[in-house]
């Protein structure tokens, strides 16, 4: 399996190699829209700069734009961020995957 990450940071994950960013980056846009004074929804736009689904290949992307794709089973956003003694992030635990999930 080939991992391209299309987000602009390193992604550690914990007992894995590190992967270094593609160079592009998918997104999604955001609108939020009052419901109630103080309540808001947030509606997604389109995603941005995702490839489509090519065999062998999982595609690193921020939760929102894994989120924004539910019948994507070809991208994942990084797991349980692991943070040092000064709370940095250090890595992640695995990856969270779309309910489609497919390795």
Known sequence: MKFVN????EINPIGGDSIAP?????????????VLP??????TG???GLPGAQ???????SAMVR?????????VSPGELVRNEQGQPVG????FVNPGFKA
């Open 22 to 34: 593609s160079g592009d980056v998918a997104r999604v846009s955001t609108r939020n829209i009052e």
């Open 38 to 43: 103080g309540f808001f929804a947030q509606e």
């Open 55 to 61: 065999e062998g290949v999982l595609f690193i992307v």
């Open 6 to 9: 299309l987000t602009p940071h």
């Open 67 to 75: 989120l924004a794709v539910p019948e994507r089973g070809d991208v």
């Open 92 to 95: 992640c635990r695995g990856f």
């Open 46 to 48: 389109e995603v941005q």
